[in-house]
């Protein structure tokens, strides 16, 4: 490929709403360009790499023997209605009508109509079991669509579906899933971890994520470095009892000064345990003393961390405490602060201020952290100053770094991740909704057993550069790169000796069936090094008149600090 031919649009600068590095970079990249909320044109640089990432599952998943087909984007509200979901899946699930008035959804996922299928088509045990999959478009009305594509609206998954006869046979075809998605995120080069996980909307008794570890991943992953235990700390109250902590003391209650009590002080006196994911902290009450401090018998305290996320917003409930301090839960402060249910952001929290004056929520900021906030809610802990900076996050699940690990091999570690892929194991609950049933060999029906299984496709972009990226920009693993080698001919519009050469180190290692890239464009050294940085091309290879005297050209890999010497007759063999 020649850069004249291809497209490249790098810029400068990020947009501003870009709040993680990986939106930032592909944004400059010029990899995806937005259209609306959560809406993105992937863009001719951006879609090489989904391509590249959807070749690998295509390839694991048909090696794994499920088979490929593709089930429409639109589906009829009827299939929903079956299985409950047309209701139960809420305001993230797209609808939309037809001319005649009829609903439709736009798929979240498929497993009404894969389940549709197989009821029809999946008659006997002999055509058990079967691993249906595809790689197409998704829609989900996020409530908050951030970070690019990684939390996008429109986005690309890869789904399956298996079928099987009985339990036992299900189980097989969910650990052979879990072995190609190992396979699957091995190649890709990224560093992941599978952890045992909730079951949510999906539903189902047994559910595996696999997380890329990244700081700025919205997941918290508990795990024991001695062992095989990791699980999504969602889990952790449920596999993990947590170790009782201390009661606040008298003397931490009196610690609580208006104005000048930390957000340590608070977390300390209602015995939580405060950490870096806890960004900010609100408190605020109904009831005001004359000074315009809380008073009275019930605050509300809301503990949100990472940037206010309602499913973010952690409410705990903590009885008898002194004082008459209490957490409320979700619903009640929804209620009472006439949020629309479910919703509590930085947005949300301003409503509020109607119902409690103004100066209520800068008295409870004072109380918290002694500063006074315009928004309504304290960025947080001054971390150095109420806190010591803690090297992992840990989460408000009462959880701590190193608790036991339920298992008893060792103790817990925490950090953080970004779901990537998620296998759940059905049993029959779309089969028994939808009623689909199989001839057994004693030729009575049976119910399906099912497994289904995810891959953010278009979120493995986003989370691959939070893995990998340095202050130049992106560092794609090869496997996913959107060129392998980027050849930077040095004066190609000016020198026939280099056009030539660059000319035939590109046809040869095209010819060898590496994804390279010649940058044709006659742009200055610095501008071009530049930008294939910024895009993360693994491998660079630079060619001057003044090396090709010497016989040389110079190699650089995307994570070498100096580009290094190679005779131009071994280049291609050097990059390979
Ligand atoms: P999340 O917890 O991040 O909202 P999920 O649990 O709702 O994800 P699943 O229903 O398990 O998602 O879907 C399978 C996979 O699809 C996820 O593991 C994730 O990689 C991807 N995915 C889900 N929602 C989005 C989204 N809004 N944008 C991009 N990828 C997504
Ligand atoms: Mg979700
Ligand atoms: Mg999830
Ligand atoms: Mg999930």
Redesign the pocket.
């Known amino acids: 490929m020649k850069a004249s031919q291809f497209f490249i649009a790098t810029l400068k600068e990020a947009p501003a709403d870009a709040e993680v590095i990986s939106h930032k970079l592909m944004m400059r990249a010029g990899m995806i360009k937005r259209l609306g909320a959560?809406i993105y044109n992937y863009m001719p640089m951006g879609l090489r790499v989904i391509r590249k990432v959807e070749g690998i599952i295509r390839e694991e998943m048909n090696r794994a023997g499920a088979v490929e087909l593709l089930m429409p984007v639109v589906q009829p509200a009827e299939l929903w209605q079956e299985t409950g979901r047309f209701d139960k899946m809420g305001p993230e699930m797209m609808r939309v009508k037809d001319r005649h008035d009829r609903d439709f959804i736009i798929q979240p996922?498929s497993e009404e109509v894969v389940t549709d299928i197989a009821r029809q088509e999946l008659r006997s045990y002999k055509q058990l079991p079967k691993n249906f999959y595809h790689i197409q478009t998704?829609f989900?009305d996020?409530r908050r669509?951030r970070f690019g594509?990684?939390?996008?609206?429109e986005?690309t998954?890869k789904?399956a579906y298996s079928f099987d006869r009985s339990p036992e046979a299900a189980a097989k075809s969910y650990e052979t899933m879990f072995a190609a998605y190992k396979r699957i995120f091995d190649r890709f080069g990224l560093q992941y971890r599978a952890v045992a996980a909730d079951t949510?909307a999906?539903g189902g008794d047994l559910s595996h994520?696999f997380q890329v570890i990244a700081q700025t991943g919205?997941?918290a992953i508990i795990y024991c470095p001695t062992s095989d235990y990791a699980a999504n700390i969602e889990l952790a109250e449920a596999v993990a009892p947590a170790t009782p902590r201390a009661e606040p003391t008298a003397e931490m209650v009196k610690t609580l000064t208006p104005g000048k009590s930390t957000c340590a002080d608070v977390a300390a006196f209602l015995g939580l345990p405060l950490t870096k994911s806890l960004k900010s902290l609100v408190l605020a009450t109904d009831t005001l003393d004359e000074q315009g401090n809380p008073a009275g018998s019930t605050v509300w305290l809301l503990l949100l961390r990472g940037d206010h996320e309602m499913n973010e917003v952690k409410v705990g409930k903590v009885e008898g405490l002194k004082a008459g301090f209490r957490f409320a839960t979700l619903a009640e402060i929804d209620e009472h602060f006439g949020c629309k249910p479910g919703y509590l952001g930085p947005v949300g929290l301003k409503k509020p201020v109607k119902i409690i004056a103004d100066r209520t929520v800068a008295a409870m900021s004072d109380f918290c952290c002694g500063a006074n906030e315009a928004d309504y809610h304290l960025t947080g802990v001054n971390w150095g100053r109420d806190l010591p900076e803690p090297d992992l996050v840990a989460d408000l699940r009462n959880v701590v770094e190193g608790d036991p690990s339920p298992d008893g091999q060792g103790v817990l570690a925490i950090e953080r991740g970004i779901?990537?892929?998620?296998v759940f194991y059905l049993g029959t609950k779309y089969s028994k909704a939808m009623n689909a049933t199989f001839l057994d060999e004693t030729g009575k029906p049976a119910l399906m057993e099912m497994g289904c299984y995810?891959?953010?496709v278009?979120?493995i972009l986003g989370a691959a550069i939070e893995q990998s990226h340095d202050a130049r920009g992106i560092i794609w693993p090869d496997a996913i790169a959107p060129f392998t080698v980027a050849i930077c001919p040095i004066g190609y519009d000016r020198s026939a000796e280099v056009k030539a050469a660059a000319d035939a180190l590109h046809d040869e290692l095209l010819a060898a069936g590496v994804d390279v890239m010649l940058d044709d464009r006659g742009e200055r050294p610095g501008a071009m090094f530049a930008d294939w940085e910024l895009i993360g091309v693994p491998h660079r290879v630079v060619l001057s008149d003044r090396g090709l005297k010497e016989g040389q050209v110079e190699y650089q890999g995307r994570r070498d600090e100096a580009a290094t010497k190679v005779a131009a007759a071994e280049v291609a063999a050097f990059v390979k």
């Open positions: 959560g996922t998704k989900r996020e669509p594509i990684m939390r996008g609206r986005f998954m789904d949510g999906i994520e919205e997941d779901e990537v892929g998620h995810g891959i953010g278009t979120r």
